[in-house]
């Protein structure tokens, strides 16, 4: 997997000035060209096939209620129609990455900000930079969902808070595991009767097509159940597939961590231990333990 190059970099990444101080933009919907509509097309036909089996209901169900579709790069405005009156949440359209204290106040004011810009064509797999397919394909679909919703906008205030205070390393690691790379039990129906299975409800799962599958059905990542002091000290990776997932028991426990007081867990985070992203611990409540295959692969492919 290979990073952006730095000629297709955007907002704060480019160095962009904004002309807004909240760095909104409009979207710029008549400007996509049919190249990145196509684009679009086929990264939408792959998930729309692929996520029904491996992502949760709140996810598929939120996907197919909004104006969604193969045909074009939605607008923002057609979402916020079916979006505000459910949740009260609206995308508004940014060049790129904005700085965080900016984030923060959009999620706390339930705007989600949204590239306007999409992937190339060679970049299908994989970006670092989050384009208008994994902001809206990605995120929008669970902020149909009041719990995610609310999360969300709690997060937002917390953010703001945390970087005041010096803690925004650690919180960011909590939007990664839940937000962006979550996984949550569900019931499903198996031969046997009803069982526990493993589902996607990360934006950064649900807009890839290979971390989709990887992330639910290899056995080489580790699926550990969520605890929210062993997140804040657990690094992630930013350049290629987890090493780890953390799994909700239910998307319920979204509010309660959003709710929790983190004073008490920032002053225990001042000493103590971090881990890396392939660290299992003997205090984990595991769903696998993984092979570490893939990672081993990888750095056998580089030396």
């Given at each position: 997997m290979?990073?952006?190059?730095?000629?297709?970099?955007?907002?704060?990444?480019?160095?962009?000035?904004?002309?807004?101080?909240?760095?909104?933009i409009d979207q710029g919907w008549k400007n996509y060209t049919a190249h990145e509509h196509a684009t679009w097309k086929t990264l939408f036909e792959r998930q729309t096939a692929l996520l029904p089996q491996l992502a949760c209901r709140e996810f598929v169900e939120?996907?197919?209620?909004?104006?969604?579709?193969a045909d074009s790069i939605p607008e923002f405005a057609a979402l916020n129609e079916v979006l505000k009156p459910r949740t009260g949440w609206q995308v508004v359209a940014v060049p790129g990455l904005v700085p965080d204290e900016v984030?923060?106040?959009?999620?706390?004011?339930?705007?989600f900000p949204s590239g306007n810009f999409i992937r190339s064509a060679d970049q299908l797999d994989y970006l670092q930079e989050p384009d208008v397919f994994h902001?809206?394909?990605?995120?929008?679909?669970?902020?149909?969902?009041?719990?995610?919703?609310?999360?969300?906008?709690?997060?937002?205030?917390a953010g703001l808070r945390a970087q005041r205070i010096g803690k925004l390393t650690e919180l960011a690691r909590v939007y990664w595991y839940t937000v962006e790379f979550g996984l949550v039990k569900e019931k499903v129906k198996a031969e046997a009767g009803v069982e526990d299975a493993l589902r996607i409800y990360g934006a950064g799962i649900a807009s890839s097509f290979t971390e989709s599958v990887f992330s639910v059905q290899s056995p080489s990542p580790h699926r550990i159940g969520f605890d929210l002091e062993r997140v804040m000290r657990t690094n992630y990776r930013i350049d290629d597939f987890q090493e780890?997932?953390?799994?909700?028991?239910?998307?319920?426990?979204?509010?309660a961590l959003a709710r929790i007081d983190f004073d008490p867990i920032?002053?225990?985070?001042?000493?103590?231990?971090?881990?890396?992203p392939g660290d299992l611990l003997t205090t984990d409540r595991v769903?696998?333990?993984?092979?570490?295959?893939?990672?081993?692969?990888?750095?056998?492919?580089?030396?």
């Open positions: 290979n990073a952006q190059p730095a000629a297709a970099k955007h907002g704060l990444a480019a160095g962009l000035s904004p002309t807004r101080t909240d760095w909104t939120g996907m197919r209620a909004l104006p969604l579709s984030f923060f106040d959009h999620l706390a004011n339930r705007r902001d809206v394909f990605g995120h929008v679909p669970m902020l149909m969902h009041p719990v995610m919703a609310d999360f969300i906008q709690l997060y937002g205030e780890c997932y953390f799994v909700l028991d239910s998307l319920d426990d979204l509010l920032y002053e225990r985070l001042n000493s103590g231990p971090n881990y890396a769903f696998q333990c993984g092979d570490g295959g893939y990672v081993r692969g990888q750095a056998t492919a580089v030396g």
